[in-house]
């Protein structure tokens, strides 16, 4: 249950990298807010120390993660090079880690201080109270399995100790699993923001925007069919993408893929959003999505195939018949915009992304 007279949010590295750093709806929310008065926003050194690096580590994993699709272009489609409208396709730029980290270490600074953030010092926790933790294998330790659970538990250490002299309490947004479990009664793990977000906006705006948000309400019910169908739609093309173009499962299991028969999206049911983002004109939203998933496709296998040099053909594959039936449930965001310059009569909703713009891992449903 949200507590809506605490009004400080501490914030993990987990939760900027849940985030995709600086680029996060919700993040951003908890900047403006902050920047605003509304909330009082926290982070440690150590955190600050943390995003930048796992920020520079994830550089390094993508640029070695693009060199292959960069490479596959230049070779399967080298045809297109004879049109000027596809020249931007061989033409991308290559990734200067150095250079980029250097930019986000600028911005991440900047923006941690327009918007206000209180940056907690560490360095006076001593390494005695965090290995009485340590041996005693209470959160975020845990058989010592990961290595920043000591950053983790001086991050912890520090919070704690910061709000219980001001006899305040604050939420503490993270993704990972053992902090969550930390007990203190000055901190408040949550690894969801969305409900703390929704309140905050909610009780901020409760006597200026409580027309605002029952017209939201109105408009969102009134496009709530065409939104699941649209979402239908988007999800067929998706997941048929996601099964012809991952080769996971073909490589796992020595089969190739051949093509898809059907995949049919049903009983779209779009449950109560939230409100993660307002403003006087849009808004973004957020809600659980489930969905009936039905697929069948048809892979090859060749294990006991052979091929004739003289027919140039292969003979002996066969044909495996492939089958998902699932209900899923996912999140999607919308944006609203309440206010159009054309008046009220006109705003209008449309769904934003589909599960975190992240592939839904189809094949773990494959039968």
């Known amino acids: 249950m949200i507590d809506k007279n605490i009004n400080n949010i501490s914030l993990d590295t987990t939760f900027f990298e849940e985030q995709n750093f600086l680029s996060g709806a919700k993040l951003q929310e908890i900047g403006k807010l902050s920047k605003e008065g509304v909330i009082k926003a926290y982070i440690t050194d150590i955190v600050f120390r943390e995003v930048l690096s796992r920020f520079e580590k994830g550089l390094k994993t993508t640029d070695e993660k693009i060199k292959k699709p960069k490479s596959m272009l230049e070779g399967n489609a080298r045809l297109l090079k004879n049109f000027s409208q596809y020249k931007s396709y061989f033409d991308l730029p290559s990734v200067d880690v150095t250079v980029l980290y250097k930019e986000f270490a600028n911005q991440f600074e900047t923006w941690i201080k327009k918007s206000k953030f209180i940056i907690i010092k560490t360095d006076h926790i001593t390494i005695a109270s965090v290995m009485q933790n340590y041996f005693s294998n209470k959160p975020p330790f845990k058989e010592g399995e990961k290595k920043h659970e000591f950053p983790d538990a001086f991050t912890l250490q520090a919070l704690s100790e910061y709000f219980s002299k001001l006899n305040e309490r604050s939420y503490v947004l993270s993704r990972d699993k053992d902090l969550l479990t930390f007990k203190s009664d000055a901190l408040i793990p949550i690894s969801d923001s969305t409900e703390i977000i929704d309140a905050i906006i909610r009780a901020q705006k409760e006597k200026e925007t409580r027309s605002t948000i029952q017209f939201i309400e109105k408009v969102f019910d009134k496009e709530r069919d065409k939104l699941g169908d ?126 975190n713009g992240k592939e839904f891992n189809i094949w773990s449903y494959v039968r």
């Open 230 to 355: 649209e979402i239908a739609l988007e999800l067929e093309e998706s997941i048929s993408d996601e099964l012809t173009y991952n080769d996971f499962y073909n490589d796992a299991n020595n089969l190739t893929f051949d093509y898809v028969e059907f995949v049919d999206i049903s009983n779209v049911t779009i449950h109560p959003f939230s409100i993660i983002y307002l403003n006087n004109t849009d808004a973004k939203l957020e809600a659980d999505v489930t969905f009936q998933l039905n697929a069948k496709f048809y892979m090859i296998d060749d294990s006991h195939a052979w091929f004739d040099k003289e027919s140039n053909m292969w003979y002996g594959r066969d044909s495996v018949e492939k089958i998902i039936n699932e209900s899923i449930t996912t999140s999607v965001t919308f944006n609203i915009d309440h206010n159009p310059k054309a008046g009220k009569d006109y705003a209008s909703v449309e769904f934003d992304e589909i599960n």
